[in-house]
Nanobody, 122 residues
Framework: QVQLVESGGGLVQAGGSLRLLCAVSGSIFRLNAMGWYRQAPGKQRELVARMSNVGTTNYADSVKGRFTISRDNAKNTVYLQMNSLKPEDTAVYYC????????????????WGKGTLVIVSS
């Protein structure tokens, strides 16, 4: 069974920084893309940043230049460094991983974490 555990959320003032971490555990044959999504109150979940297994990244326009995604494949971990935070960044941030588990070696599956809350005060 594959599990994702996020950490690093919290309350920060506008202009501040936070670093989110998502650790992937379980019996994994291969990790593909890893990324972060967020969902603000009353809004749909949206992509924040995503990184392929070869390092290609894409970001939401609203976070370009402020957020940086990175991953440590040896540790099965993905990070999101968030700088110059704004009140509109307030949301629950979810880790998303596309992986091929050893239990289903012919299938790539999307996995989600339970989310970590980020609140940016003005």
């Amino acid at each position: 069974q594959v599990q994702l555990v996020e950490s690093g959320g919290g309350l920060v003032q506008a202009g501040g920084s936070l670093r989110l971490l998502c650790a992937v555990s379980g019996s994994i044959f291969r990790l593909n893309a890893m990324g972060w999504y967020r969902q603000a109150p009353g809004k749909q979940r949206e992509l924040v940043a995503r990184m392929s297994n070869v390092g290609t990244t894409n970001y939401a326009d609203s976070v370009k230049g402020r957020f940086t995604i990175s991953r440590d494949n040896a540790k099965n971990t993905v990070y999101l460094q968030m700088n110059s935070l704004k009140p509109e960044d307030t949301a629950v941030y979810y880790c998303n991983v596309n992986a091929r588990p050893k239990s289903a070696i012919s299938s790539d599956i999307d996995y989600w974490g339970k989310g970590t809350l980020v609140i940016v005060s003005s």
